[in-house]
C-alpha cells in the first residue's frame, strides 16, 4: 500500500485506513488506493468483513475539486462506489469528523455505516452548482428516506450522527474514543447478516414529500440551476429502477458540470480562498496578537462590529460620547443576541458569556490597553482625523488602529498619527454582525505585520476579508457609484425605478439600486436644507422620503413595508426631466443592463489596473458577499469574461462610456480577467 493508506488484520476483519491529510479529499491518487485495499482483502480467504476509515481529523470530506472540470482520472468515484457495494464480504464504513460529498456516498456504497456522535454527513454539491454524482441521490432515498434526502441534496445542509441514526443512514453509533475499536466489533456482528447492497433497498417514502419541499423552497432556489436537479434526481429515484436512475443522475451531472453556474459557483469558492493571501508578505512576518479590542461608536455600526468579537470570546471595550448613546447601543447588541437565542442559533448562557465581555465606557482613555481600536462614528473626514490624532497620545506602542470608513482616505486619516504604519481601513458591511464581507484597507505606510493581523483576524471573527488599496469607495463602493449614477440617469429618460430594480433582482440581486436606497436611507449624506433642491434625492428629502423608515422614499410602503410605485416619486421625476431636457422615450430591459452593470466592469478594471485590487477574483468576493451579487454568475468581473468583454466594451462604447485601458485591451486580445 501507499502512504495514504495503512491497512491492519484484526484477524478475520481487514481495516482500510485513509490518511490523505488535511480532509481525505477524494482525488485520484485515493481512489486508486480504496480499489487495490478492497483487492487485497477480498483476495484474502482469511477475511470475513472489511471496515473503511479515515486517519486524522476527518472521514472523507468530499472529493477533490481541483480535478473538477479537468478529463477524468480513473477509477472515476462511481465507479469505486460501485466496486465497494458489490463485494461479496460485508464493508463497513467508520464515520468521524465529516463524511461530506463524496466521502457520504463511499459510506452509501459501503453496506453497513457506524459513526461517532459528533460525526455530520451530508451532500454539500449543490453549494458549488452540482449535485451528488456517485449515485448519491439515488441511494439517499433508500437509506435515510425521499424526505430527507431531497433536503439534504437540495440545500447541501448536513445531519448530525444521532439524526442519522433515526433516519436510518447510519445503523449504530460508536464511542468518541472507541470507533476504531467499535466498527471492528460491528463488523463481525455483520458477518452473519452478509453484505447489503444500497441499490437493493426499497426506497423510503414517495414523491409527495418532494412536491411540498419543491414548493416550500421555490423562492430560495430562484434563479439557481442545481437544487431543481437535485430534486429532479430524487424524484426519480422513487419511480425508475436504481440503474436508469442512476442513469438519469449522471445525465444531470454532466450538464451541471459544464454548466455556467457550477463554473461560476466554483470560481467563487476558489476566490475566497485566494482572497486571503496577501501579495508581496513574506511567510517571515508574523502577526500581531490581539487580545482585547476598543471600538469608538456605539451605534448601528460600532455595536455591529463589537458582536463581532464578543461572539469569538474576544473582549471589547466601547466607547460613545453621552451615556444614553452608550445605553442604547449596548441595548441593542443585547436584544440581538437575545433574539438569537430565542430562535436557537445560540444557547441563552452564551448571551451572557458574550456580553460579560463587553465593557462600555464614555472616556476614550479606557482604550489604552486594547490591541486594537476600531473607530466607528460619522463620515466625516475632520472628525475622524481628530479622534486618531487622540488615540495617537492613548493607544499604546503596537496597537492598530482602524476606521470602519466607506469611503475615506486612510492615508489622509493615518498622517493625524505619528504611527502611519499601525493604521489601516476595516470597513464592515452593514449589519455588521450579519454581513461576511470585511473591507481591509492597506494604507500607503500600513505595515505588512498590521495587514496581516487584521486579515487573520476577519478569518476568526467569520468574515471573508479582501484588501482593497486606498481610493474613494475602494472596491465596493466605488464599482457602486457609476451604477447608482445611470440609474438616475434612466429615471430622467423614461425608465421608473420599479422597471430598473426589477430588471436588478431579474438577475438575481436581491434588491435594485432604488429599493437599495429606500433600505440604507435616502437622506444619508443629505446636506439637512429642504430648501437647496439641486438634485431628486434632495426633493425627495424635503418631502420626507427618507426611504423604508419614514414610509416613503422613492416608492410608498405600507405598515409591513411592502412597496408600492409612488405617483409623488413620478411627478418629482416628470418635473426634473422637464427642467433638464430630457426626452422621455421607451427604455429596454437590456439598455438598463448595459448602462447599470457594464459601467460596474468598467470601474472594476480601472480598480485592478491601479493596483487596487489584488486580483480579478477578489473584486468578485467583494460583490458575492457584501452586495449580495448572485454566486451562480461568479461576481462582476467573472460574469463579464462569460458575456464576452468584446460585448462588453461595444455596449459601452454604444452608451458613451470612456472604455477602461485594461478592459480593451483584453477585449481585443481574446484575454479574460479571470484566466
Known amino acids: 500500500m501507499t502512504s495514504q493508506f495503512l491497512t491492519e488484520r484484526h484477524d478475520d476483519v481487514f481495516v482500510i485506513i485513509s490518511n490523505n491529510p488535511p480532509v481525505n479529499a477524494l482525488g485520484a491518487d485515493v481512489r486508486v488506493g480504496l480499489v487495490a485495499a478492497l483487492d487485497e482483502a477480498l483476495a484474502d480467504d482469511g477475511v470475513k468483513a472489511i471496515v473503511m476509515r479515515c486517519a486524522g481529523r476527518t472521514f472523507f470530506a468530499g472529493a477533490d475539486i481541483t480535478e473538477f472540470g479537468k478529463p477524468p482520472v480513473e477509477p472515476l468515484l462511481p465507479a469505486v462506489v460501485d466496486r465497494f457495494e458489490a463485494s461479496p464480504k460485508p464493508v463497513i464504513a467508520a464515520i468521524h469528523g465529516t463524511a461530506l460529498g463524496g466521502g457520504c456516498e463511499v459510506t452509501l456504497g459501503c453496506h453497513y455505516r457506524i459513526a461517532v456522535p459528533s460525526a455530520m454527513i451530508g451532500t454539500p454539491e449543490v453549494k458549488l452548482g452540482l449535485l451528488p454524482g456517485a449515485g448519491g441521490t439515488q441511494r439517499l432515498p433508500r437509506t435515510a428516506g425521499v424526505a430527507a434526502a431531497v433536503e439534504m441534496c437540495a440545500t447541501g445542509t448536513p445531519v448530525g450522527a444521532k439524526k442519522a441514526l433515526d433516519l436510518g443512514l447510519i445503523d449504530k453509533l460508536a464511542g468518541e474514543e472507541s470507533l476504531a475499536g467499535d466498527a471492528v466489533s460491528f463488523a463481525r456482528e455483520c458477518v452473519a447478516k452478509g453484505p447489503r447492497p444500497t441499490r437493493a433497498m426499497p426506497v423510503k417514502g414517495d414523491a409527495s414529500a418532494i412536491e411540498a419541499f419543491a414548493e416550500a423552497n421555490a423562492r430560495k432556489f430562484k434563479g439557481f440551476d442545481a437544487p431543481a436537479a437535485n430534486i429532479a434526481c430524487v424524484e426519480a429515484a422513487t419511480r425508475l429502477p436504481f440503474d436508469e436512475g442512476i442513469k438519469f443522475e449522471r445525465e444531470q451531472f454532466m450538464k451541471l458540470m459544464f454548466g455556467t453556474q457550477s463554473a461560476a459557483m466554483r470560481h467563487i469558492f476558489f476566490a475566497e480562498r485566494k482572497a486571503a493571501k496577501i501579495d508581496g508578505i513574506g511567510d517571515d512576518v508574523k502577526p500581531r496578537a490581539i487580545n482585547k479590542v476598543g471600538v469608538i461608536g456605539a451605534g448601528t455600526m460600532g455595536g455591529g462590529i463589537s458582536m463581532n468579537f464578543l461572539s469569538a470570546g474576544i473582549p471589547v471595550t466601547i466607547v460613545e460620547m453621552k451615556q444614553d448613546a452608550l445605553d442604547r447601543g449596548t441595548g441593542?447588541?443585547?436584544?440581538?443576541?437575545?433574539?438569537?437565542?430565542?430562535?436557537?442559533?445560540?444557547?441563552?448562557?452564551?448571551?451572557?458569556?458574550?456580553?460579560?465581555?463587553?465593557?462600555?465606557?464614555?472616556?476614550?482613555?479606557?482604550?489604552?490597553?486594547?490591541?486594537?481600536?476600531?473607530?466607528?462614528?460619522?463620515?466625516?473626514?475632520?472628525?475622524?482625523?481628530?479622534?486618531?490624532?487622540?488615540?495617537?497620545?492613548?493607544?499604546?506602542?503596537?496597537?492598530?488602529?482602524?476606521?470602519?470608513?466607506?469611503?475615506?482616505?486612510?492615508?489622509?486619516?493615518?498622517?493625524?498619527?505619528?504611527?502611519?504604519?499601525?493604521?489601516?481601513?476595516?470597513?464592515?458591511?452593514?449589519?455588521?454582525?450579519?454581513?461576511?464581507?470585511?473591507?481591509?484597507?492597506?494604507?500607503?505606510?500600513?505595515?505588512?505585520?498590521?495587514?496581516?493581523?487584521?486579515?487573520?483576524?476577519?478569518?476568526?471573527?467569520?468574515?471573508?476579508?479582501?484588501?482593497?488599496?486606498?481610493?474613494?469607495?475602494?472596491?465596493?463602493?466605488?464599482?457602486?457609484?457609476?451604477?447608482?449614477?445611470?440609474?438616475?440617469?434612466?429615471?430622467?429618460?423614461?425608465?421608473?425605478?420599479?422597471?430598473?430594480?426589477?430588471?436588478?433582482?431579474?438577475?438575481?440581486?436581491?434588491?435594485?439600486?432604488?429599493?437599495?436606497?429606500?433600505?440604507?436611507?435616502?437622506?444619508?449624506?443629505?446636506?439637512?436644507?429642504?430648501?437647496?433642491?439641486?438634485?431628486?434625492?434632495?426633493?425627495?428629502?424635503?418631502?420626507?422620503?427618507?426611504?423604508?423608515?419614514?414610509?416613503?422614499?422613492?416608492?410608498?410602503?405600507?405598515?409591513?413595508?411592502?412597496?408600492?410605485?409612488?405617483?409623488?416619486?413620478?411627478?418629482?421625476?416628470?418635473?426634473?426631466?422637464?427642467?433638464?431636457?430630457?426626452?422621455?422615450r421607451e427604455?429596454?430591459?437590456?439598455?438598463?443592463?448595459?448602462?447599470?452593470?457594464?459601467?460596474?466592469?468598467?470601474?472594476?478594471?480601472?480598480?485592478?489596473?491601479?493596483?487596487?485590487?489584488?486580483?480579478?477574483?477578489?473584486?468578485?468576493?467583494?460583490?458575492?458577499?457584501?452586495?449580495?451579487?448572485?454566486?451562480?454568475?461568479?461576481?462582476?468581473?467573472?460574469?463579464?469574461?462569460?458575456?464576452?468583454?468584446?460585448?462588453?466594451?461595444?455596449?459601452?462604447?454604444?452608451?458613451?462610456?470612456?472604455?477602461?485601458?485594461?478592459?480593451?485591451?483584453?477585449?481585443?486580445?481574446?484575454?479574460?480577467?479571470?484566466?
Open 587 to 675: 427604455i429596454s430591459d437590456e439598455e438598463i443592463v448595459e448602462r447599470t452593470l457594464y459601467p460596474m466592469v468598467n470601474e472594476g478594471a480601472l480598480i485592478l489596473a491601479e493596483g487596487k485590487a489584488q486580483r480579478a477574483s477578489d473584486i468578485d468576493v467583494v460583490w458575492i458577499y457584501g452586495y449580495g451579487w448572485p454566486v451562480y454568475r461568479g461576481g462582476p468581473m467573472f460574469w463579464a469574461d462569460l458575456e464576452g468583454l468584446p460585448k462588453i466594451v461595444a455596449g459601452l462604447e454604444r452608451h458613451g462610456f470612456k472604455v477602461a485601458p485594461l478592459l480593451r485591451e483584453k477585449a481585443e486580445s481574446g484575454g479574460r480577467f479571470n484566466a
Open 332 to 584: 441593542v447588541m443585547r436584544k440581538n443576541y437575545e433574539a438569537s437565542a430565542a430562535k436557537g442559533r445560540i444557547k441563552p448562557e452564551q448571551v451572557e458569556g458574550a456580553m460579560g465581555l463587553l465593557t462600555p465606557s464614555l472616556d476614550l482613555g479606557a482604550l489604552a490597553d486594547c490591541d486594537l481600536i476600531i473607530e466607528a462614528v460619522f463620515e466625516q473626514m475632520e472628525i475622524k482625523k481628530d479622534i486618531f490624532g487622540k488615540l495617537d497620545s492613548i493607544a499604546k506602542p503596537g496597537a492598530i488602529l482602524a476606521s470602519n470608513t466607506s469611503y475615506l482616505n486612510i492615508d489622509e486619516i493615518a498622517a493625524s498619527t505619528s504611527r502611519p504604519q499601525d493604521v489601516l481601513g476595516m470597513h464592515f458591511f452593514s449589519p455588521a454582525n450579519v454581513m461576511k464581507l470585511l473591507e481591509v484597507v492597506r494604507g500607503e505606510k500600513t505595515a505588512p505585520d498590521a495587514l496581516m493581523t487584521a486579515m487573520g483576524l476577519a478569518k476568526k471573527i467569520g468574515k471573508v476579508a479582501v484588501v482593497a488599496g486606498v481610493c474613494h469607495g475602494f472596491i465596493g463602493n466605488r464599482m457602486l457609484m457609476p451604477r447608482q449614477v445611470e440609474a438616475m440617469k434612466l429615471l430622467m429618460e423614461g425608465a421608473t425605478p420599479q422597471q430598473i430594480d426589477k430588471v436588478h433582482t431579474d438577475f438575481g440581486m436581491p434588491m435594485g439600486p432604488f429599493q437599495m436606497s429606500d433600505l440604507a436611507g435616502v437622506d444619508i449624506g443629505w446636506h439637512r436644507d429642504p430648501n437647496r433642491i439641486e438634485n431628486v434625492r434632495d426633493a425627495l428629502c424635503a418631502k420626507g422620503r427618507w426611504g423604508q423608515k419614514t414610509g416613503k422614499g422613492f416608492y410608498d410602503y405600507d405598515e409591513k413595508r411592502n412597496p408600492t410605485p409612488s405617483p409623488e416619486v413620478q411627478a418629482i421625476l416628470g418635473d426634473f426631466a422637464a427642467k433638464s431636457g430630457a426626452k422621455k
